[in-house]
């Protein structure tokens, strides 16, 4: 929005008084968080959408890589790809908690249970492993 369609907004009808004028502003600056917070929810859930797709891509591939010796290199690339998008969704999910903390909403568990980032991927051959997840992220970085 504008500052002019914000101005036209506040400004009222005529005889609007001061008490109704700042009672619109403070719905404006209400609406307006509410649409900040909604969309770093829609980046998280696209980005869930994706680390998800990722994941089952993965468990597809490490299946494959098992039987074949040359898809382990494949596999390890796309488990780093899949961890940088995992550590993306921390840095958003962050940055949410962060608006939210800024607005007074002390309570992050909702956003926690609402936007779970799966664990870090283990390429094959760190530990004996074969691109398992390490476990969920509770806590933002």
């Known amino acids: 929005m504008h ?3 914000v101005d036209a907004r506040l400004a009222g009808g005529v005889g609007a008084g001061r008490g109704e004028r700042l009672s619109r502003l ?13 969309r770093v929810g829609e980046a998280l859930d696209r980005l869930l959408d994706r680390l998800r797709a990722a994941d089952r891509r993965l468990d ?3 299946e494959e890589a098992a039987a074949s ?8 690339q796309k488990i780093e790809a899949r961890n940088r998008l995992r550590d993306e969704m921390l840095r ?3 940055h949410l908690i962060i608006q939210r903390e800024a607005l007074g ?5 909702p956003v926690e249970q609402c936007y779970p980032v799966p664990g870090r991927r283990i390429p094959p051959g760190q530990a ?6 390490e476990g969920v992220e509770r806590r933002a970085p």
């Open 128 to 133: 004996g492993e074969t691109g398992r997840v």
């Open 60 to 62: 597809r591939l490490g």
């Open 92 to 94: 958003v999910r962050h």
């Open 26 to 38: 403070d719905r404006e600056i209400r609406r307006c968080q509410a649409e900040a917070l909604g």
């Open 3 to 5: 500052r002019d369609e």
């Open 69 to 76: 010796p040359d898809g382990a290199g494949d596999l390890r």
């Open 105 to 109: 909403l002390a309570r992050q568990d």
